[in-house]
């Protein structure tokens, strides 16, 4: 490995702390950590879901899923409720708070890429986005997908443990 290779993933691994950490102080004023600030804006974004579409569509692990989702309820953010017209399907739901929230979460993380952006020249913002996309799909990594289909809904919707009050 050459000294620039070396030097350069020095360089991506700088910036991903410095980021991870303006985003970690960003969201302390919203209440939220990164990864619940990922399920509120995908809630606010699709609405309703049941816990193991938005755990695929997030590509998270289920159990990690389960006990985020269990937190954010404990503080109010969400809520899990029966399906409109379907009953058996259990969905993660934002609550008034936890919508207020994922437009914190959002406004947060707008003032952080603005930050970013402004140490980009203008002219390279787009090679910027490039690159970064070409650097996430090589990696394995890609857009949160909540396509699913009604069979699939059915299954998730028995896996999907019930709350009872």
């Known amino acids: 490995m050459t ?6 993933l020095h360089l991506v691994l700088h910036a991903a702390r410095l980021l991870d950490e303006r985003v970690r102080v960003a969201l302390r004023d919203v209440g939220a950590h990164h990864g619940q600030g990922r399920v509120l804006d995908a809630l606010l974004a699709q609405g309703p879901l049941p816990l193991s579409r938005l755990a695929a569509g997030l590509h998270i692990a289920q159990p990690s899923a389960t006990v985020m989702v269990q937190r954010m309820e404990a503080a109010g953010l969400v809520e899990r409720r029966a399906r409109e017209g379907d ?7 934002l609550t008034p708070r936890g919508r207020r929230a994922a437009h914190g979460v959002r406004e947060a993380w707008q003032a952080v890429e603005e930050e970013l952006l402004a140490g980009v020249p203008r002219g390279r913002r ?3 986005e490039e690159l970064l996309l070409a ?7 890609h857009s949160p997908d909540f396509t699913s289909t009604e069979e699939t809904d059915d ?11």
């Open 155 to 165: 299954v998730l919707s028995s896996i999907t443990p019930r709350r009872h009050r």
């Open 126 to 128: 787009r090679d910027l």
């Open 135 to 141: 650097v996430r799909d090589h990696l394995g990594g």
């Open 87 to 93: 009953a058996r399907v259990v969905e993660v739901a």
């Open 3 to 8: 000294d620039s290779r070396r030097l350069l």
